[in-house]
């Protein structure tokens, strides 16, 4: 696993990772309704302040977000 500064992504590269990982069937967000974009602000905001990263994994060619804490195991 890479991890990969969010900055190194274009805008529209980033869009499509955030919004794979908030479009995941799965993905919790608890009992509130959000829209898809405030989901896509929520990610963001977790990707700046370290909470969340990207992660590249080269032996399958893919890239997520893992939380911060998860990507350390």
Not at 2 to 18: F, M, Q, R, S, Y
Not at 21 to 44: A, N, P, S
Not at 56 to 63: G, K, L
């Amino acid at each position: 696993m890479i991890k990969i500064p969010a900055t190194e992504l274009t805008n529209d590269a980033l869009l499509g990772v955030i919004d794979a990982f908030i479009l995941r069937e799965g993905t919790d967000y608890g009992h509130q309704d959000f829209t898809l974009d405030e989901k896509r602000d929520r990610v963001r905001a977790m990707l700046q302040s370290g909470a969340a990263e990207l992660c590249f994994y080269p032996e399958n060619e893919h890239i997520d977000i893992v939380l911060a804490d998860a990507s350390a195991s």
